[in-house]
């Protein structure tokens, strides 16, 4: 009887990683595209637009697919290898999508929370989402623009 338990269970939680990896990576792939889209010469600037586009996109997902994005939220918290991986990967792909430093992968760990916060609030609050991705903006370049060395002055930008 407990091998029969054990046994739903494990299938449940490799059934949650494998759609857990269906939805993230539909969620990456918007993320992607917005931006790759981004042109921009300067460094700063660059990563500050990529910053708001990574904002945008995000809240633009779950407003568009709303149960996906909340099944997620659901499946983010099973601690199922499967599950641990998918997110790992996303760590590592936001991360790299603003350089290649290992200190990064903590910055866009944080980041994550941060854009689950303000899609929460969009969602729920059916608060117009611009005001809240100017929050995550504001707050999340305030972190990455230290680590990548931005000085004061720039940060206005």
Excluded: K, N
């Excluded at 995000?58 to 909340?70: K, N, P, S």
Aim: net charge negative; glycine share 10%; charged share 25%.
């Amino acid at each position: 009887s407990s091998d029969v338990c054990s046994s739903d269970l494990a299938d449940r939680e490799a059934l949650m990683g494998e759609i857990a990896g269906a939805g993230m990576e539909a969620l990456a792939s918007a993320g992607r595209s917005r931006l790759e889209a981004v042109e921009e010469p300067d460094p700063v600037r660059w990563a500050r637009l990529r910053l708001r586009e990574l904002g945008r996109g995000y809240v633009a997902f779950a407003r568009g697919r709303t149960g996906t994005w909340r099944l997620l939220g659901h499946i983010a918290v099973v601690q199922h290898p499967a599950v641990q991986i998918v997110h790992r990967e996303r760590v590592d792909s936001l991360a790299a999508a603003f350089g290649e430093r290992l200190d990064l992968r903590v910055a866009m760990a944080g980041l994550l929370g941060l854009l689950e916060g303000v899609t929460r609030l969009v969602l729920d609050d059916d608060t117009a989402p611009e005001h809240w991705v100017d929050e995550l903006e504001r707050l999340a370049w305030a972190g990455l623009s230290g680590l990548l060395g931005v000085r004061p002055r720039e940060l206005a930008g």
